[in-house]
């Protein structure tokens, strides 16, 4: 299984981006999806999650600016993200938790990350 993600880029403080995260590959089904970052010198952090039935979580520091979603049928993962601020900028990796075929065990994958900067 393997995680795609693209949509990063440099944009201006309360600017948007839309963040697109593709799993391709052999697996039963995709439970949770999500998007953590990673700012330079600092650690992983999570800023959202869905789960398979639609149910988001958010890091208290991305609500009211951030929005994830995703289609299930094209096993893809977004963030809308708005308003963005310079403390935002990070390389942000997606993340799918999947049933894989083999043995019908759950693993957790990892996509490449894409890098958002946001100027002040």
């Known amino acids: 299984v393997q995680l795609q993600a693209s949509g990063g880029g440099l944009v201006q403080a309360g600017g948007s981006l839309r963040l697109s995260c593709i799993a391709s590959g052999a697996f039963l089904r995709i439970n949770d999806m999500g998007w953590y970052r990673q700012a330079p010198e600092k650690q992983r952090e999570l800023v959202a999650t869905?789960?398979?039935?639609?149910?988001?979580t958010y890091a208290d520091s991305v609500k009211g600016r951030f929005t994830i979603n995703r289609d299930n049928t094209k096993s893809t993962v977004y963030l809308q993200m708005n308003s963005l601020k310079p403390e935002d900028t990070a390389v942000y990796h997606c993340?799918?938790?999947?049933?894989?075929?083999?043995?019908?065990?759950?693993?957790?994958?990892w996509g490449q990350g894409t890098l958002v900067t946001v100027s002040s």
């Open positions: 869905i789960t398979s039935g639609g149910y988001t």
């Open positions: 993340y799918a938790d999947v049933l894989e075929i083999l043995g019908a065990r759950r693993k957790g994958y």
